[in-house]
Each structure stands twice: as structure tokens, then as C-alpha cells.
């Protein structure tokens, strides 16, 4: 298959890569994280500017109409800077979540979106979820204005800064049931939201969210009640591509500063670089990042998958790979860095802290692993 980029491609990523250099270089990256809001709203209007922010949503919406591959490379530049800011959740699950919106939803929320002025997160994993993607304990009834949502959702990224959440809560069925599961878009300073924001590891910020008989009206709902899950889904694997596109950019980042280091740090005399076993070690990194980068491009691809079974099995696929290489690739880093690999001056540790994270998101590696085998491997058996 040829994956040579086209000519809006290649305009699309050098735009991306020079926003990138100027301006979120790792220098920069602890004043961003200063921010009130763990960001810079400045930078994320300039992302705006030249519409990173609408990529991935329909030019009949007000997006601009970018496909998968474009979301791939945009993803990629951004794990290269380690960026801080929430585009996962509002460039691209929101953009899978929408899809299932009503016009009336999508008109009022996609121009503001793409504009910049609407910061969007994924509200939808609970603590006793380890993976199950429906067990949702959240629960939301009927009331005369529309709907009343009770419950928690944990750990929100980017929760402290959203304008809006994307949250999921159960309106019938047990806690683990598919069936019963609706998905609201609601504004996150509503009566009866609780923020409760702290820092992750990574320099990310993150809030459990408590909703307390909260009461939003018959207009948040996305789709029919109880009939969520296969938008969820869809969303969460949207989610799971971009995730391997970023962590792919991160690796990049991880391998240059490695072999930079390797090729200038003397130790009796001579570069590290002239010993034969982290030569080695180097390649190794190398061989998972390229597989890797070939795994993040079939996600992409997935995307358009229409059975969801070979979907789902192909993206546990990637998120898998993705786990491990990328822990792989970071520890490597920062082993062949020495003690000032885990310094906060030096930028490896913190990819290493950002992979880490991205290896639990949308559920971690074993939990993949153990799909792809109750699916029966990856490369089906041929009949």
C-alpha cells in the first residue's frame, strides 16, 4: 500500500512542525504547564488560526474535513513537542463523538470548537472500568427539564480546563451492560459539578469530576438514550489512533536525543557511540519505533473498518504494540542517558513519563493483549 503523502498532506505537516519548533520547544513546555489552565490559551488560539482545532470534523459543520491520515500527522508532531494542551479530546473524540450529534448540536458546537473557543474532555472512564469499555456506573433518569446525572468520573484529562464534557452514564441495564448506555454533552461549570484538579505524572492536568443531581436539558443528549455504546466505541478507537500517532512522535523524539547523546558524550576518550552494545541498543530502538510507525498507520487505516469486530480487534492490535514498544523505547533512553536522563532539565524522562501514561489511556497493555487473544490473534487463521 503506498502511504506517500500528498501535496495537502505535506503543507498540512510542515505547518504543524514549524508551530511545533516555534512554539512548543521543550524549553518552553514548563511555562505552558505554568499556565492557569496547565496551557497556553494563546498557543491554542494560534492552533486554531490554522485549523488544527476543526481537522478532523466535516467542512459541512464548520471543520475542515480531514481524514485520519491527516489526524495521523498532526498526532505525530505534537508527541515530537510532548505538547500539554487537550487536543486529543477536542480535536478528535469529540469529532468521532459528534458524528452521532443531531445538525442542531453539531451547528451550535463544531464552529466554536474549531475556533478555538470551546475545550472539550472525555468523561467517560470510571474507576472499576480497568478497559471494559461499558461498564459505566454513572447514572442518569428522565426529569421534566430533560435529564438529572449523578456520579464520578475519575481522572478526566484535561477536566480542571473544559468548556464542555463528553460523559457517558447509564440511563437503564446493569453496571456492565452494553445495551443502556447514553452519551451527553454538557457544559462542565453546570449546577452540581464538582472539579476536583490535580497534575499527572506527565505535567497533563486531569479532575475527578463529581456530578450531583445535575440537570441538563433533552438538547445534551447525543443520539437516542441508551443506544451509545457503538458511538462510544467508534470514539474510543478514534482515540486509540490518534494515541499511537502521538506516542510514535514521542519515540522519534526519544531515539534523537538518545543517538545526539550517544554521538557526543566522551567516556575514556571516546563517544559512547563507538561501543558496540549500545550501538545495539540504539537499533533496537529503532526497529520499535518503525514498527511502531507501521502500526499507528494501520490504525489510521482501521478507522474505515466497517465490521466493529475486526475494528476493535485491530485497534487493541495497535494499542498493544504501542504499549509496549513505547515503554520499551523510553526506558532505553533514559538508561543511555545515565542519571540525567531522569532530571526535569532533560527531556527523555519526560517522555518516558508521557509514555507511560499514554500505555494506560483507553485501557492498557494486557487488557489489549487479552482482547486480541479472546479474538483469536491478530492474523486470523485462514479457513
Known sequence: MDFTLDDDQRMLQDTVLRLVERAYRFEQRRAHAAEPEGFSRALWGQAAGIGLLGLAYPEADGGMGGSAADVMLVMQALGRALA?????????????????????????????????????AWAHEEAAQRGRLFDVSTRAQRVASGWQIDGLKPAVLHGDSADALLLSARVEGAAHDAHGIALFLIDARHAGITRDAWRTHDGRRAADIRLDAVQVGADTLIGAAGEAAPLIEVTVHAGIAALAAEAVGAMELALELTVEHLKTRVQFGVPLARQQSLQHRAAEMLMALEQSRSMAMYAALMLDESDPAERAKALSAVKAQIGTAGRFVAQQAVQLHGGIGVTEECAVGHVLKRLTLMESEFGGTEHHLAAVARAGGFVAAAA
Open 84 to 120: 500539554l494542551d487537550p487536543f486529543l479530546p477536542t480535536m478528535v473524540l469529540g469529532a468521532a463523538a459528534l458524528r452521532g450529534a443531531s445538525p442542531a448540536q453539531r451547528a451550535r458546537w463544531v464552529p466554536a470548537i474549531a475556533a478555538g473557543d470551546r475545550v472539550l
